[in-house]
């Protein structure tokens, strides 16, 4: 069963999200409907705020860009109380979509390799170094848990060109494929 994604202008997209306890109520069901909710909406990746919890979970299925990223081949985590340690290299760029910025693509300055540790799903810790394109989904997936989206680390005459798109998107004039929810009404 896939949930609505919370869509840019939401006021959950922008806390900042609260570790998870072993005594968390249907973690695996919950994270069974983010894998879900990923898949139905073709994205690559999914934090919990984007469906409107602020807890610090992460599905990431990087598969689908293996092509282009063969780092990704396979590649699939269920994050928990993910924590990135940043390693040494240059940041480079790549353009970064996000299912809670639909139509919206920019480019994004990001390290390229880190060391993350999380728990999975039964609070089995795990350490990994990654790289590449998969550092940066990680990257991008855990800033959410921050009440960051990617659109924060572009430049202020990129973000002026996309105003006009990023108002719509709070105004729900948009378009979408898969079932969302718009930021509340202002009065
Ligand atoms: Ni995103």
Same mark, same amino acid.
């Given at each position: 069963?896939?949930?609505?994604?919370?869509?840019?202008?939401?006021?959950?997209?922008?806390?900042?999200?609260?570790?998870?306890?072993?005594?968390?109520?249907?973690?695996?069901?919950?994270?069974?409907?983010?894998?879900?909710?990923?898949?139905?909406?073709?994205?690559?990746?999914? %934090? %919990?705020?984007?469906?409107?919890?602020?807890?610090?979970?992460?599905?990431?299925? %990087?598969?689908?860009? %293996?092509?282009?990223?063969?780092?990704?081949?396979?590649?699939?985590?269920?994050?928990?109380?993910?924590?990135?340690?940043?390693?040494?290299?240059?940041?480079?760029?790549?353009?970064?979509?996000?299912?809670?910025?639909?139509?919206?693509?920019?480019?994004?300055?990001?390290?390229?390799?880190?060391?993350?540790?999380?728990?999975?799903?039964?609070? #089995?810790?795990?350490?990994?170094?990654?790289?590449?394109?998969?550092?940066?989904?990680?990257?991008?997936?855990?800033?959410?848990?921050?009440?960051?989206?990617?659109?924060?680390?572009?430049?202020?005459?990129?973000? #002026?060109?996309?105003?006009?798109?990023?108002?719509?998107?709070?105004?729900?004039?948009?378009?979408?494929?898969?079932?969302?929810?718009?930021?509340?009404? #202002?009065?």
């Amino acid at each position: 069963m896939s949930l609505p994604v919370y869509l840019y202008g939401h006021p959950v997209l922008r806390r900042i999200s609260k570790t998870v306890e072993p005594s968390y109520k249907g973690l695996k069901e919950l994270v069974e409907k983010m894998f879900d909710t990923m898949y139905e909406s073709e994205g690559v990746g999914l %934090a %919990a705020p984007q469906i409107g919890l602020n807890d610090r979970i992460v599905v990431i299925d %990087a598969d689908p860009v %293996a092509e282009s990223f063969p780092e990704c081949a396979g590649r699939k985590f269920t994050l928990i109380n993910p924590e990135i340690e940043i390693l040494e290299g240059a940041p480079t760029s790549h353009a970064e979509g996000c299912l809670s910025l639909p139509g919206l693509s920019e480019n994004v300055n990001r390290v390229e390799h880190i060391r993350l540790r999380w728990v999975d799903a039964d609070f #089995q810790p795990h350490e990994e170094e990654i790289s590449g394109f998969l550092a940066r989904i990680v990257q991008h997936e855990c800033d959410h848990l921050e009440g960051k989206l990617y659109i924060d680390h572009i430049s202020p005459i990129r973000k #002026q060109l996309i105003r006009a798109k990023l108002r719509n998107i709070v105004a729900g004039k948009i378009r979408c494929d898969y079932p969302v929810r718009y930021a509340p009404k #202002q009065k």
